[in-house]
Every structure is written in C-alpha cells, then in structure tokens.
C-alpha cells in the first residue's frame, strides 16, 4: 500500500507555511478544476489536490499528518507498524498511539488496503473519526454538526469577517474567522470548534445600498447629467475599495453599461477578482429657467429628427 505524501501532492517543502500551502492548492486547484480541465484523470488530480490540503492547510491535521510522514521517512518502520498490531494500541513512533482493535488486517481487510482506498481512510483518520489516543477506528461515531446562521455585510465578504459565535444550547463561545469571498447560502466549516463537534455557520449576506452582486461580480447604478451625457465627461465612480475615475464618452445613451475590470468581488478559491459593471442613469434637469427652456427649444428645432420614426404607423 502507498503512501501518500500529501507535501509532494502539492508541491511544497515539508517546512512551508500556511500561505505557501494555500498559494500552491489555489494554483493547482485552478489547473485540474473538472469546469477548466477536460483532460483525463483532471478530476483525480482535483480530489488529489483537494484532499491534501483538507490536511495540510489545518494545523491539528497536519500536526498528526507529520508524526507519521517523519516515522514513514525514516525508512525503519513499516506502515503496518504506524497503526500497531493485532495486540492494540502500541505508540507509533512519535507517541501517536492508534489503537485498532483487532489489527491492520481487521482493519484493512485481508487485501491489505483499506474499505474505500486510501483516500477515504485518510479523510476518517484526520476528518473527525477520532483521534485522540487510544479511540478505535472501527467503532467511532462522527462528529456532531452543529449549524449557526451568520449575518455579514457586503464590505465584510469582501475583505473577511470574524464573529463570536455562542453554540446552540450552551454559552460557550467560539471566535470564528469568515474568509472573504463568501456568498448568501454558503457554509463556514469550523472542524471541532467546541467540545470535538464541528460548526457549520450558514452565511447571508446582507443587501448593499449601492451595489447588486451576481456571483462574484457587481453592479452599481450611477447618475449623470444630461450635458455629461451629451458631451462627454469623467466621472468618479464608488467601488468597495473607495472611488475610482471612469471616462464617459460623448452622446452615451441612458442606461449604458461600463465593465471596470477586476473591481468586484475577490474569488473565494484561487487569485483574482470578479468586475464592477457601471449602470449610467441620465437624470433629467427639474425646475427649468426661461433661459434653459429656449435652449432646449433650440436643441430641439435644430435636431428634428424623430427617435420614434417607424414604431408608429
């Protein structure tokens, strides 16, 4: 049976930190997404990848993931022997102790890999199927779930949120980190935040003044004056991150639309951001002078053109 080394699956040095880990499963999970890569074994890979850093990316995880990569590296102990004998329970080396019952056999199965391979072994091993010392394998129940519904605002799902969330029927707190990026209807896994259960929170985010969001892009709807319109102008526009100039060229009609370029909402997996589409609304002058009225009247006497010509019969 292989072993995995999930440092190789991704890329990076044993001693790499959190960012470099995340940088890496960004880019590969970018590179083999089912959606972008239609090569054969593309999906594999994406699972590969994805389990890797459920593991690496959570330092409880990796922490356990570490003691058996060293005792594997060493190249004196089987993989048999990280998991004990038929006797139970005997400290792999690096004090882990997985007790197992009936041994590698009954807990493998006589083939010798595990029920459902070895990706599914190692997502109950680090996923939630026990793991403090001495807990067998073969009779642990999973974790309780527990799901909290999160409001956030808009700003928040931008650049990121932290909440203290008090848990269902207790008054115990827990300080959960909301990763920018997140959408109305998502779910935030905080694996065992309190007492071994893992908390789910539901987020909803709440409307924007300004802005309407459609997956990772925005719109905002923004006013101009009909002499802007006419001749052209430069205008600032908001954006999340403060205002930004835009040029408006002459004669742009009612309810034209600008794309800003990677001035929306951040990706939640992977680099990048989504864009800011500008809705320009004309707004008709009110309270109009004698003086404004002639020149309208004169606008109008020298464009004689009907705008309606051929919808009316």
């Known amino acids: 049976m292989e072993f995995k080394d999930y440092y190789k699956v991704l890329g990076v040095e044993q001693g790499a930190d959190k960012k470099t880990i995340s940088r890496a499963f960004r880019r590969l999970a970018r590179e083999s997404h089912p959606d972008v890569n239609k090569r054969k074994g593309a ?23 570490d003691q058996i990569y060293e005792a594997y ?17 005997r400290p792999a080396p690096g004090g882990v102790t997985f007790t197992v019952g009936g041994g590698f056999e009954d807990l493998f199965g006589r083939g010798g890999a595990p029920a459902g391979g070895f990706s599914e072994f190692f997502q109950q091993l680090f996923g939630g199927f026990g793991q403090a010392t001495g807990q067998s394998y073969g009779t642990a129940q999973p974790r309780q779930r527990l799901e909290v519904p999160v409001e956030i605002t808009l700003e928040e799902a931008f650049s990121g949120a932290h909440r203290r969330i008090e848990m269902p029927a207790s008054r ?9 990026g997140v959408r109305s209807g998502q779910t935030v896994r905080l694996s065992g935040a309190a007492g071994g259960a893992d908390l789910y929170l539901k987020i909803k ?26 001749l052209g102008a430069e205008i600032q526009v908001p954006t999340l991150e403060g205002a930004v100039t835009m040029r408006v060229p002459p ?16 990706h939640a997996r992977g680099e990048g951001r989504g864009d800011l589409y500008v809705q320009v609304n004309v707004v008709m002058p009110k309270g109009l002078s004698a003086r404004e009225r002639e020149l309208f009247q004169e606008l109008g006497e020298a464009r004689s ?7 009316i019969s």
Not at 79 to 86: I, N, V
Not at 215 to 228: G, H, K, Q, R, Y
Request: proline residues 7%; charged residues 30%.
């Open 251 to 266: 004669e742009t009609q009612n309810g034209r639309r600008f794309r800003l370029k990677g001035l929306g909402m951040p």
């Open 305 to 311: 053109e009907d705008p309606r010509k051929g919808l």
């Open 43 to 65: 999906e594999d890979r994406f699972k590969e990848i994805n389990e890797a850093y459920q593991v690496l990316g959570d330092p409880a995880r990796r922490a356990q993931y």
């Open 172 to 180: 115990q707190c827990v300080d959960a980190k909301i990763p920018y």
């Open 205 to 230: 985010v709440s409307p924007h003044r300004l802005f309407e969001r459609s997956d990772d892009d925005l719109t905002v709807a923004l006013p101009i004056t009909i002499s802007e319109a006419a």
């Open 73 to 89: 590296k060493s190249g004196g102990v089987h993989w048999q022997d990280l998991f004990g004998r038929p006797t139970g329970g």
